[in-house]
């Protein structure tokens, strides 16, 4: 076991205790094993890399290209190879969507790392 006990992954507490082989949460209640904790850890890391269409890695700021033609609501199209300058990564996606960007000709806008690769 190590010296220090990781924040509960319910409610981010950190006056986490040992209690046997569990880690127990006071506020919260919840108990979990610190092999979780661990796992849990690893898969957020994994998770925080977000790739586009081809694979290649996203971060703030970079530049992507559309690489299917999108519609728009209330009618319009973003067609496919329209470049899209200095997105922004959003740390909780939005109905699937996880860039937030200004399209040139339809403006603010959320796009789905499916539908762009980087430039």
Request: proline share 6%.
């Amino acid at each position: 076991m190590t010296d220090t006990i990781p924040p509960c992954p319910e409610c981010a507490s950190e006056h986490g205790y040992e209690l046997g082989a569990l880690l127990v949460c006071p506020m919260c209640g919840h108990e979990w094993s610190p092999a979780d904790a661990d796992e849990e850890a690893a898969a957020a890391e994994r998770a925080a890399v977000v790739r586009d269409a081809v694979g290649n890695e996203l971060r703030d700021g970079d530049d992507v290209t559309v690489v299917k033609s999108l519609k728009v609501k209330g009618g319009g199209e973003v067609k496919i190879g329209t470049k899209v300058r200095g997105i922004r990564l959003l740390d909780e996606p939005v109905n699937g969507h996880d860039i937030d960007a200004k399209v040139p000709g339809h403006g603010q806008m959320y796009l789905k790392t499916s539908v762009v690769k980087k430039a």
